[in-house]
Nanobody, 126 residues
Framework: QVQLVESGGGSVQAGGSLRLSCAASGSTDSHYCMGWFRQAPGKEREGVASVYTGSTYVAGSVKDRFTFAQDNAKNTVYLQMDRLKPEDTAMYYC?????????????????????WGQGTQVAVSS
């Protein structure tokens, strides 16, 4: 059982930066696939990034602007978002799954993740 809490969202101007955090608590006896997803109004949830045992993936649409980082000591993962664009506006979710399978899909698929955070809103104005 894992609980996830996202933070760090907010409103920024285009070209600005935000760092999203996802703090995990609960069972830490095994490795988890961790993922970042986003969902804009009227659109399906899309995979943004994932990490498993240090191997990271970032979707091609944001690869040059977003980076995925881990702090294992704090059981926290981060999504550093730079040079934000209006199309990045969405609710961003952190997710986890105890199986490595969830990190074998590129981009990660929401259906493969068991645990979800409540989301944090990102709004980018032009």
């Amino acid at each position: 059982q894992v609980q996830l809490v996202e933070s760090g969202g907010g409103s920024v101007q285009a070209g600005g930066s935000l760092r999203l955090s996802c703090a995990a608590s609960g069972s830490t006896d095994s490795h988890y696939c961790m993922g970042w997803f986003r969902q804009a109004p009227g659109k399906e949830r899309e995979g943004v990034a994932s990490v498993y045992t240090g191997s990271t993936y970032v979707a091609g649409s944001v690869k040059d602007r977003f980076t995925f980082a881990q702090d294992n000591a704090k059981n926290t993962v981060y999504l550093q978002m730079d040079r934000l664009k209006p199309e990045d506006t969405a609710m961003y979710y952190c997710a986890a799954d105890p199986s490595y399978y969830a990190c074998t899909n590129y981009p990660p698929r929401p259906s493969q993740f068991t645990y979800w955070g409540q989301g944090t809103q990102v709004a980018v104005s032009s």
